[in-house]
């Protein structure tokens, strides 16, 4: 028996985890410390993508895809081959940063993901749901997730032929990020939400899904060259960027066509709290389309080159915001995980503060406005108040209430 509801704790201890790194950083920034920023970094990002998001997607997957055609034991290799993977990580990145034990747990996580893409396709039901709008879309999702591991495996070809050169070390790291969140974390959400859906009897258009999975997948692909433009290229590379985001425009658009048509159905599958996350998912995932078209010109590309805050507070927009929304509704709705109302207001009002106050900065030195008098002071406080909810779920899962609920699910 798959143990669905450990592995959710698991994933959400990760998030705390990354919540916690998070938070030493702002202290940093703050008060003087002896460990190194960078590593610690390296270690954030890792556990927070790789620990929180990858393993609440994976046991979702499994949970509504693989089941009950999966054995039990094949599943547990893998989901602990991860986990051995993640802590590995957790455990080296923060001390020694890309070095010999970080990069051999980092190399295993991206083996196991393959090994978890192939359980995909081996144990995936009948051929009447492999033609099922959500399969499709979670097809695409792990496709996206092994294309965006050649990110990774390419830096030690880069080191050893052209040595450090930063543009193509920096290519290879946003190549891995690309196709993290703009392929394979929003598919993989979209595809368990839409099988949630057809469980409800509630199906996408066969006419319109084909267009919209046209136009996301070609929009993943061509928004790849926002990742080039802080070198400053060619002409063509912008309009590609630009063409990428109109396409994500188009996708997002026939994807809305589907939601307004059927918002009764959601909000009586989702519940209130899972829906409010649901909605707010969606105007922060339309805001970032926003910002990647309009970072599309040569201007506004440049400003974000030479402000390292927009690119952190764009980064946390679709991560903290996007992918863990949507991802927390999932994981209620199915009842993976206990949330109640104070909890995901308290989450949502911490995570706008912290964009407030991070896109606050580049935005005054735009607009020649005045910087905040103590300015990393208040980014601690708003972190602080960010670590509190995520805190505060991990918390609910061992409460009386938290316990009650999750013995529902079967």
Not at 12 to 33: D, N
């Amino acid at each position: 028996m798959i143990q669905f509801k450990k592995h959710t704790q698991i994933a959400l201890s990760f998030f705390l985890a990354a919540a916690t790194l998070g938070l030493l950083l702002r202290y940093a920034s703050v008060f003087p410390t002896d460990f190194s920023f960078r590593y610690v970094v390296h270690a954030h990002s890792h556990i927070a993508v790789m620990g929180w998001l990858h393993f609440a997607l994976a046991t979702l997957i499994c949970y509504f895809f693989l089941i009950p055609n999966i054995p039990a034991k094949t599943y547990k290799k893998i989901f602990g081959a991860m986990l051995f993977s993640v802590v590995g990580m957790l455990a080296s990145f923060p001390f020694q940063g890309y070095a010999f034990f970080s990069i051999f747990f980092s190399s295993l996580f991206l083996i196991t993901s393959y090994f978890y893409t192939w359980a995909f396709f081996k144990y995936s039901p009948n051929v009447i749901k492999k033609k099922s709008p959500s399969y499709i879309v979670i097809k695409y999702a792990l496709i996206f997730m092994v294309i965006s591991s050649i990110g990774p495996w390419s830096i030690g070809a880069v080191m050893a032929t052209i040595g450090q050169d930063p543009f193509w070390y920096n290519i290879t790291i946003y190549f891995y990020l690309h196709f993290q969140y703009n392929a394979w974390i929003l598919l993989g959400i979209l595809g368990v939400f839409l099988r949630i859906m057809e469980n409800h009897g509630v199906t996408f258009n066969l006419k319109d899904f084909k267009y919209f999975i046209i136009m996301f997948n070609a929009s993943a692909i061509f928004t790849f060259f926002l990742s080039v433009l802080f070198a400053d290229p060619v002409h063509e590379f912008y309009v590609l960027s630009i063409f990428g985001s109109f396409l994500q425009f188009i996708a997002f658009f026939t994807f809305i066509k589907f939601v307004n048509s059927n918002k009764k159905e959601i909000r009586e599958v989702f519940g209130p709290i899972a829906t409010r996350l649901l909605y707010w998912a969606v105007i922060l995932f339309f805001c970032k389309i926003v910002m990647q078209y309009l970072g599309s010109f040569p201007y506004p590309a440049k400003l974000i080159t030479f402000n390292h805050n927009l690119a952190i507070g764009f980064l946390h927009w679709v991560f903290l915001g996007v992918a863990s929304f949507s991802t927390l509704a999932l994981l209620f709705k199915t009842k993976l995980i206990y949330l109640n109302k104070r909890s995901t207001s308290l989450y949502i009002f911490g995570f706008f503060l912290t964009e407030a106050i991070i896109f606050y900065k580049p935005i005054a030195r735009l607009f020649d406005l005045k910087i905040i008098p103590y300015y990393n002071e208040f980014l601690l406080i708003a972190s602080l108040v960010l670590f509190i909810p995520i805190a505060y779920f991990v918390y609910l899962q061992i409460t009386k209430k938290g316990i009650n609920y999750l013995k529902e699910f079967k």
